[in-house]
C-alpha cells in the first residue's frame, strides 16, 4: 500500500516570500491533516479535512495559511507570507476516518521549511 | 497549545532493558494514542487505547490509561538499538477526535 505522498522535502524562502506544499493521502483515506512541527515538539494540529470539507482549522493561522483539499483527495498548504517563526516541518497525514471516529493517523515524510 | 506532557524528556538506556515513558493529559478523551518518529520512517503510530480500556498489549509494548489520573504509560520490553526513537503520546478528543501532541520523549537504546 502506497503512504502519503508530501513534495517537497525541503524548501529554503526569505521571509516575505509564499511557499506552498502539496500532499497526496492513501487512497480511499477520507480524513486529511495539516500539522506544523517546529524543533523540538511534537505536531500540532493546523487544518482537518473530511473529505473536501473543513472539520477543524481553529489553530490555523488564517491572515497568512491557507489550505485546500479539492475534490477530496490532494490538499496545499500555502504560506503567504512567510515569517521567520515558520520554519519547522509540515507533515501530511491521512486517515480512514469515516463517519469522524477517530482511527489511527498515517504520516508522510513531511516538507523541512526554512525561512530565512 | 499541547495538551500532553512525557515525561522523562530524555532517555538512555542498554539494549536489552525495559524503557517506560509516561504521559499526562488535561481534558476528558475519547482515546489516546502512541507514536514513535525517527528520521528514518517519519511519525509511525504504535498503539491506540480507548478511554474505556486500561491495559493493553502489542508485541514489546505494553500501554496502560489512567483515566481518573489523566495519565498514560508506554511499557517498551528487551529493548533493541532499533527502538532509539523520540515518543509522542496525542490525545484524542472533542466532537471531530482531534489529535493533541506532547512534546515526547527522546530514548536512546545503546548496543
Known amino acids: 500500500e502506497a503512504g502519503v505522498a508530501q513534495s517537497p522535502r525541503y524548501k529554503i524562502i526569505e521571509k516575505r516570500q509564499s511557499v506552498a506544499f502539496w500532499c497526496n493521502p492513501i487512497?480511499?483515506?477520507?480524513?486529511l491533516y495539516w500539522y506544523q512541527q517546529i524543533l523540538g515538539q511534537g505536531p500540532k494540529l493546523l487544518i482537518q479535512?473530511?473529505?473536501?470539507?473543513?472539520?477543524?482549522d481553529s489553530q490555523l493561522p488564517k491572515d497568512r495559511f491557507s489550505a485546500e483539499r479539492l475534490k477530496g483527495v490532494d490538499s496545499t498548504l500555502k504560506i503567504q507570507p512567510a515569517k521567520l517563526e515558520d520554519s519547522a516541518v509540515y507533515l501530511c497525514?491521512?486517515?480512514?476516518?469515516?463517519?469522524?471516529?477517530?482511527?489511527?493517523?498515517?504520516f508522510g515524510p513531511g516538507t523541512r521549511l526554512t525561512v530565512t | 497549545s499541547q495538551q500532553g506532557e512525557e515525561d522523562p524528556q530524555a532517555l538512555s538506556i542498554q539494549e536489552g532493558e525495559n524503557a517506560t515513558m509516561n504521559c499526562s493529559y488535561k481534558t476528558s478523551i475519547n482515546n489516546l494514542q502512541w507514536y514513535r518518529q525517527n528520521s528514518g520512517r517519519g511519525l509511525v503510530h504504535l498503539i491506540l487505547?480507548?478511554?474505556?480500556?486500561r491495559e493493553k498489549h502489542s508485541g514489546r509494548l505494553r500501554v496502560t490509561l489512567d483515566t481518573s489520573k489523566k495519565s498514560s504509560s508506554l511499557l517498551i520490553t528487551a529493548s533493541r538499538a532499533a527502538d532509539t526513537a523520540s515518543y509522542f503520546c496525542a490525545s484524542s478528543g472533542g466532537s471531530n477526535y482531534k489529535l493533541t501532541f506532547g512534546k515526547g520523549t527522546l530514548l536512546t537504546v545503546n548496543p
Open positions: 487512497s480511499g483515506h477520507a480524513t
Open positions: 497525514a491521512s486517515s480512514l476516518d469515516r463517519e469522524l471516529r477517530s482511527y489511527e493517523q498515517y
Open positions: 479535512f473530511q473529505n473536501n470539507g473543513v472539520v477543524d
Open positions: 487505547i480507548r478511554s474505556n480500556e
